[in-house]
Structures are given as structure tokens and as C-alpha cells.
């Protein structure tokens, strides 16, 4: 149980485009998901709290017009990376709580995002 | 602020040789303290959640402990495949605006 799916896996794209990656719970519903991003060889790095049907909550400096997050369901959301930059590029982590439990975040595989 | 730090930041164990990592950390109204384990280019996977001072959770070879202001994570007998980055991170906030805060995690190395 609790398995967390990120789509894609990893990503190449260029300067300018833009990116979406998907977070789904697979086996739970989850009211409120976590995106996060590493760098190598650091730790992860919260950049906001998505709520389901509500908007995202953006950690201190990320930017949320860069990084669009949409919670439209129980087990899926998505973030958006606008007009990517080659600094974007790094490791984007999901993670999910079930609705009604306060503690344990599980975690999706993982998104590489390489920019050009 | 909530803190945390992990040490040290890398160790190298032979086969069967015990250890411990460290996370020591400040945080006001802790909720849970995680471990979790992460391998290269992998999310972190989920190994335990102790909530209070005393508290001890075990599997296989892994046990975690907690006191007021740091947690252990005692590694029995290593194997090669133990081998990963062990993160630790705590919890504070209420409810759904609670919101985890890791440490840099410690790398552990396993040799035969």
C-alpha cells in the first residue's frame, strides 16, 4: 500500500518550454501532496504544499508563477515548470499524506529535469 | 526555525560491522520524527515514524530511537545492500498545515 507514482521519470527539454510532471497516490486518497526538489548530493528541499481544491502554498523563494501547481483531485497533482532555464534543472520529488492522517509522507520515484 | 542535522555525512562500514547515524534536531512542538532511505535517483523510501522521547521501532537490521533532542538510527550487522542515504526529518506544525523539514542526510557505505 501508500505507492506514489511520478510521470515522467525523467525529461529533456529546452530553454523557454515549458514542463508538466504528474504526482498520483495509486492506492490511497491523498488531501494534501508535498513538491519538493534536490540537488546532487543535498537533501530535499520543500517548495510548496498543494491542497486539494485549493491553491498551492509556496515556500519562501519559489517562485509560484514559474512553478504552477494544481491539486484538481484526491490523487493527482501536477506541477508545471514555466519557460524552464538550464537552472532548473535538478531532481523534482512528489509527496503524498493520506486524507486524515497527520504524519507519514510517501514518496513518489522522482522526476529528472534536464534543460538545454 | 526548525532544524536539522544528520552525522556524519558519510560513513563506510565493512560487512557486519554495527554503527549508528545521528540526527540531532530543534523544532518547536515535534510531531514525528521519519527515517527515511533513498538510493541514487530514487525518491526516499519510508522506514519509521517515532513520536515521543523513549519511543524505539525496529526492522530487520534497522532500529530507531528517539530522546528530546536527537534520534538513532542503529544499523546491526550491515550488508552490502544497506548501502544508501539515510535522511532524517521532523515534523511540526498542526494538521494539514504541518510540514516536514530534512536533514542532509547521511551516506552509508557497505562493503564486503
Known amino acids: 500500500g501508500a505507492v506514489v507514482s511520478q510521470h515522467p521519470s525523467w525529461v529533456i527539454c529546452k530553454s523557454g518550454t515549458s514542463v508538466k510532471i504528474e504526482c498520483r497516490s495509486l492506492?490511497?486518497?491523498?488531501?494534501?501532496m508535498f513538491w519538493y526538489r534536490q540537488f546532487p548530493k543535498q537533501s530535499l528541499m520543500l517548495m510548496a504544499t498543494?491542497?486539494?481544491?485549493?491553491?498551492?502554498?509556496?515556500e519562501q523563494g519559489v517562485e509560484k508563477d514559474k512553478f504552477l501547481i494544481n491539486h484538481a483531485s484526491l490523487t493527482l497533482s501536477t506541477l508545471t515548470v514555466t519557460s524552464a532555464h538550464p537552472e532548473d534543472s535538478s531532481f523534482y520529488i512528489c509527496s503524498a499524506r493520506e486524507s486524515g492522517s497527520s504524519s507519514e509522507q510517501y514518496f513518489g520515484p522522482g522526476t529528472r529535469l534536464t534543460v538545454t | 526555525e526548525d532544524q536539522v542535522t544528520q552525522s556524519p555525512e558519510a560513513l563506510r562500514l565493512q560487512e557486519g560491522e554495527s554503527s549508528s547515524l545521528n540526527c540531532s534536531y530543534t523544532?518547536?512542538?515535534?510531531?514525528?520524527l521519519f527515517w527515511y532511505r533513498q538510493d541514487p535517483g530514487k525518491g526516499p523510501e519510508f522506514l519509521f515514524t517515532?513520536?515521543?522521547a523513549g519511543e524505539e521501532k525496529e526492522k530487520e537490521r534497522l532500529k530507531a530511537t528517539l530522546t528530546k533532542k536527537e534520534s538513532f538510527l542503529h544499523i546491526t550487522a550491515p550488508k552490502p545492500e544497506d548501502s544508501a542515504t539515510y535522511l532524517c526529518a521532523v515534523q511540526a506544525g498542526a494538521g494539514t498545515a504541518s510540514k516536514i523539514t530534512f536533514g542532509t542526510g547521511t551516506r552509508l557505505q557497505v562493503t564486503l
Open positions: 523544532v518547536s512542538g515535534l510531531r514525528g
Open positions: 517515532l513520536y515521543s
Open positions: 492506492d490511497f486518497q491523498a488531501t494534501t
Open positions: 498543494s491542497n486539494e481544491g485549493s491553491k498551492a502554498t509556496y
